[in-house]
């Protein structure tokens, strides 16, 4: 709908067509283990079931649900990884119950229903890449009423956080103007041509590039500065394009430490695999991208500066309302708003903060 | 002509929408001197004339048309990069005579005939991005019968070169090679599936990526060890479309230096200013980005591995067939094959080398 699928293409499926970053993906234990348990552990939803990979790349979750027993499986997927993913499934011996079907979830057609519908469709934050859309599409067209869903559930959650990396950049982006600067004076002396006039559109530039958007990182647990809060859950099963087009909350987080420099928002999420109500998994697996010191993921997390940081002590609250929508150049990339408030344990309320930031 | 717009404008236009882009170019010195001493040093073909400027970006080009004294200067850009051109004009005072049109060349119609195309179209090794066609279009359409074009010829060079990237770049595939094969290991050995039906596939697109794919470099003129030589010139007043889709010449190259290691060829371009045949420059200026030690260029050079490297000795001569062609995928990206042979002083020839590369 609005979207031109070559441009789409040029955006965003380019990049799942190498190896290399499916390679990437295959590499991140966190991920690994979490769908290999979530299948294994539950082999009850794939024994003698037909099952759909919605964005199967090299076809690692179609090759496991026909390993655990499927009848059938539909791997699809829209980039040329199709060939690989069909290569690999014969490889391993399971060509004969994986089908891969080279196109895009919302135009393949296939020949029956299905029990369950794998996926691994979640972007940095969850939603950036707004792959969950198809999985939707392929859910309210291909899906049986008592089937389940891999995963079944999904959270997004945000944390104050302190960080050098709002500094840092900061620094960076000055260095730029400056840099700017002397480009200006330059251009002037040596070549007649006074710039000064597109110093703003270049400080809005950086600043946007430096400043106002987000930043993958790999969070370490002892930055966290204040409890996270939950902005967002998913049920799998249910949820409708319009329930994620856009993410509104307001969460109040208690800062657990004293001078406390908050200077930046981190954002993950997870989800959960607990197939459905009629049939639940037999064991719930959880993939969690939280910060953590041992179990990072290609995911890590991303970093929404605060400028200026906010100065708390344990007792305080920081209450945040929090907004996120789809860019409207590209469906697939997030504008943020956030506004945080910080209650202090007197009760005072300092004036609030708000801050943009694209997620690209 | 079969090129979707909003895939192109992804893929291509979008950098140049970014100042930062911009000014990438307006700090290159050797560019800029070039231009203004081409515009400056021949002020005649300016002073009361009606201008084109192809592209304008930052307008800067269009500028100093006007302050040469320049009747009216008609100014296209496809970015939005427009605006900016039409706030620098104004802010230097030229805005009465600078008309900034966004749109893109083969699209906008201008209200009259022009004296003079001035247009900085060269992309790597000349012809990548292909925007000489929008040039040639602009040409055909909106140049007087005795008008000038500002660069008014180009020229395509390669020359025998030794190098440290061949070795480095074998390197880092190699290393990716190991990572890849630990990768499969542990991949069976932890989930079951064996990923070695991809291996040939992986080190196709690493191979393609690290081996075949030219390279942006600041060649330093103590690695040439042959006679450079000129593949290609261009008139531009009279060059078409088809004589610049492909790129086809053998050159025969002397080594100028014993026990030379020749691992690459280096490429690069220059263009001249020299107005029209009835209304010669002036001054007659000179565009190069041939290595240099003082003189870089943002252009640098692209350096196309040879493997094996060939062993090589003054009095030898490298004899090179030559052929670049427009990628299927992109027009603005270019295939290059070439295949050479070492003549040695005895008279004795080597048998033949060939490779494929990717200007990407
Ligand atoms: N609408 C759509 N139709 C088909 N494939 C899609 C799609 N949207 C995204 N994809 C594909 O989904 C994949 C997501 S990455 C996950 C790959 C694989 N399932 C794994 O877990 O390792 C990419 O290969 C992407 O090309
Ligand atoms: N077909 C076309 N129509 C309009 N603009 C084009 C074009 N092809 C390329 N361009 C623009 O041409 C510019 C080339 S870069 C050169 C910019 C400027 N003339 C300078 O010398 O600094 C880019 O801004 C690009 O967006």
Known sequence: AGVDK??????????????????????????????????????????????LDVGTGSG????????????????????????????LAKANGVDDVVEVIEGSMEEVTLPEKVDVIISEWMGYFLLRESMFDSVICARDRWLRPDGAMYPSHARMWVAPIRSGLGDQKIDDFEREMNEWHNFVDETEAHYGVNMNALTKAYRAEHEKYYL???????????????????????????????EIRSVMAQVTMPIIMDRARVSAFAGWFDVHFRGSTQNPAMHEIELTTAPSEDFGTHWGQQVFLLHPPIRANEGDKIIMSFTMSRSKENHR??????TCELEQSSGKRLSPVTSKVFIE
């Open 212 to 242: 106002k958007t987000s930043m993958w990182s790999n969070v370490h647990p002892n930055q966290i500065v204040g409890t996270a809060a939950v902005i967002k859950e998913i049920d799998c099963l249910t949820a409708t394009v319009d």
């Open 333 to 338: 990339l997030m504008n943020v708003e956030f």
């Open 6 to 51: 070559g441009v789409d293409f040029a955006n965003y499926f380019c990049t799942y067509a190498y190896l290399y970053h499916q390679k990437e993906m295959l590499c991140d234990r966190v991920r690994m283990d979490a769908y290999y348990n979530a299948v294994f552990r539950n082999k009850h939803h794939f024994r003698n079931k037909v099952v």
């Open 60 to 87: 690692i979750l179609a090759i496991w649900s026909a390993q655990a027993g499927a009848r059938k499986v539909y791997a699809v997927e829209a980039t040329k990884m199709a060939e690989h993913a069909r290569e």
